[in-house]
């Protein structure tokens, strides 16, 4: 059971909706990546391999923590909103 947030830059307005975080009921814990390219932030799930976005393919610049991602568009810290749980 993980927790969802959202995030949100009150300098250039970026907004990301339902980001999980937090141990994950089977299998690894999901984690937050930056995509430099699409400017954005995504969860994606450790496999051992490098972290791509599925989007444009470009590797993602993982986040230490929920707590801790900048914006991908203007650098600052997003502020982050728990949401509530996911199983
Ligand atoms: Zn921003
Ligand atoms: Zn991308």
């Known amino acids: 059971m993980g927790l969802l947030y959202s995030l949100r830059c009150g300098e250039c307005g970026y907004k990301k909706k339902d980001l999980m975080a937090g141990p994950a009921p089977r299998g690894p814990a999901p984690e937050i990546g930056i995509c430099e ?14 972290p791509k976005c599925k989007k444009c393919r470009h590797p993602l610049t993982p986040a230490l923590s929920i707590e801790s991602v900048p914006c991908p568009r203007c650098g600052k810290a997003l502020q982050c909103i728990p949401k509530g749980i996911w199983d």
């Open 37 to 50: 390219t699409c400017k954005r932030v995504v969860n994606f799930h450790p496999d051992g391999t490098l």
